[in-house]
């Protein structure tokens, strides 16, 4: 993830408000799936949304089994420390939060 234009991240920060007011896992789920191609779109970079995009129903099935197990606050507060970094410029911490958001999913998805 590399943006520093703040502006580019406004549909972001609305993707991300509207999966907290979503009504239904499914409308959450697909909110969740734009944050992320919103992300994608905002970096600048012509490939990475259409890669997004491609995975598409991968991203809502794994969000709605994310949400439906009851994992919605801690994934919205995972997303939230996402967008935090990238508003305050530290890419880095971006991708590292983004990385343990992923390996929480996974945890979640995948128990031992």
């Known amino acids: 993830m590399h943006c520093t234009d703040v502006a580019k991240l406004r549909p972001v920060k609305r993707a991300l408000a509207r999966v907290k007011v979503a009504d239904t896992a499914a409308d959450q789920a697909q909110e969740i799936f734009s944050f992320y191609h919103q992300i994608a779109i905002a970096s600048g970079n012509a490939v990475t ?9 991968i991203y809502l099935t794994l969000g709605r089994w994310l949400l439906q197990s009851g994992y919605q606050a801690a994934l919205i ?13 530290e890419q880095d911490t971006a991708r590292q ?5 992923i390996d929480f999913c996974l945890a979640s998805l995948l128990p031992d």
């Open 77 to 89: 507060h995972r997303m939230d420390t996402v967008l935090v970094a990238l508003v305050a410029g």
């Open 97 to 101: 939060r983004n990385d343990e958001l």
């Open 49 to 57: 949304p259409l890669l997004i995009l491609h995975f598409q129903s």
